[in-house]
């Protein structure tokens, strides 16, 4: 009986150090397209939910929301997370045409909110970031889900 004791003990304490050892490897993807500095199209990616959220903006007004349940394999969320670690500039890029804003891109890891309002725009060209960009974009747009509620963008023109 009390060998199984000790099997116990060793055991919550073998797993509470695993589970401190564990990183959280999600991330918040989001991204804007601006005209005049006026919003038009927002995208955000929450990789701990798998929601995929579009939304287009007319005057101001919501014209579209769709979101899609979208999920990437642990690898993936692996080499990301590896890519992020690596890089030791901020995760965001903007683009500005005269002195006003017309794209903004960030990501914000180990948290459950959406900085993208605090996180400043990072104009230094982090090609880190800029790796990272495009694996998370070519995955969500590279998905059944997104091709079928997107299949315009599908269409040759």
């Known amino acids: 009986m009390k060998n199984y004791i000790y099997i116990i003990i060793f055991f919550n304490i073998f797993q509470a150090c695993t589970a ?12 804007a397209d601006y005209d005049s500095g006026i919003a038009q199209e ?3 990616y929450n990789s ?10 007319s005057k101001n007004n919501l014209e579209k ?10 690898e993936d969320l692996e080499t990301i997370y590896e890519l992020y670690a690596s890089s030791k500039s901020k995760m ?12 903004k891109s960030t990501l914000t890891f180990n948290s459950e909110k959406d900085n993208f309002n605090k996180i400043e725009c990072d104009n ?9 960009e495009n694996k998370i974009e070519s995955h969500i747009t590279s998905s059944e889900t997104y091709k079928t509620n997107f299949y315009r963008e599908f269409y040759k023109k």
Request: aromatic letters at 22%; charged letters at 25%.
């Open 48 to 57: 701990s939910t798998g929601i995929y959220e579009y939304k287009k903006y």
């Open 42 to 44: 927002e995208r955000l």
């Open 65 to 74: 929301n769709i979101k899609l349940y979208i999920r990437f394999t642990r």
């Open 92 to 103: 965001s890029d903007c683009y500005f045409e005269n002195y006003v804003i017309v794209h």
């Open 20 to 31: 401190q050892n564990k990183v959280n490897k999600y991330f918040i993807y989001h991204t």
């Open 124 to 132: 230094n060209g982090n090609s880190i970031f800029t790796k990272i």
